[in-house]
């Protein structure tokens, strides 16, 4: 499980340029937002919505691991299957985040069903006045749609197992804390890096690599 935590770190590290894509400009809002008496705590805060997002991403891990847990013991569902299935959606990740193919976009255009319900909730905490309200926000933010989220769930349906299913998507969540914190702080020269079509490439063949390691390790 220790090289599951630590793959789920570098997955969010490579996918950082998505996440600039996708939560970017949320993450600049949410910053901007601030109200003006809060300002002196705006690093404690910064980190208060990532955290309150982290912690949402180990929530539905836990939620995930153990629905796979109970079919594995009450319907013998193979746990095998759950590991391909992980396999094949790293591969469907990379291929997205290369843009080569889109699929996993239909996947997250299912999410928003749920974020419908969820997003009008983040108006009662905003202007953000202080921590508390911080985490609340993040903890929303943590059930926006995501590819990269929903594809790394898959890694925590697979362990079968609530307490590591949490730890996977928690070390995914602090994979993709420099990205953010460097639009938060305005952190342009990672922000660029990250950004960057050769990286994206690079960080897609890398995903696509692991998904396939993963898969022949199932099996064998």
């Not at 630590?6 to 996918?15: D, E, H, P, R, T």
């Not at 990379?94 to 889109?102: A, E, H, P, S, V």
Request: glycine letters at 10%.
């Amino acid at each position: 499980m220790t090289l599951d935590f630590f793959s789920a770190f570098i997955i969010g590290l490579l996918g950082s340029g998505h996440c600039i894509v996708m939560c970017g400009g949320i993450s600049t809002m949410l910053t901007t937002s601030i109200s003006d008496h809060a300002r002196h705590k705006k690093m404690a805060i910064i980190f208060a919505y990532n955290f309150g997002r982290i912690a949402s991403y180990s929530l539905i891990g836990a939620l995930v691991a153990f629905t796979s847990s109970m079919a594995a013991k009450n319907i013998g569902f193979p746990v095998i299957i759950l590991k391909t299935i992980a396999g094949v959606f790293l591969i469907l990740l990379g291929l997205y985040l290369g843009q080569w193919l889109m699929w996993l976009s239909r996947i997250e255009y299912l999410g928003k069903n749920i974020w419908r319900y969820i997003s009008p909730y983040t108006k009662k905490f905003m202007p953000i006045k202080n921590i508390q309200s911080a985490l609340a926000l993040g903890a929303l933010w943590g059930w926006l749609p995501c590819g990269l989220v929903y594809s790394t769930l898959t890694w925590s349906l697979a362990s079968a197992d609530v307490l590591n299913g949490a730890l996977i998507m928690f070390f995914f969540g602090l994979g993709t804390l420099p990205a953010l914190l460097s639009v938060s702080l305005g952190t342009f020269s990672v922000k660029s890096l990250l950004t960057q079509p050769v990286f994206r490439k690079l960080a897609a063949i890398l995903v696509i690599s692991y998904g396939i390691y993963s898969i022949l390790i199932a099996y064998s």
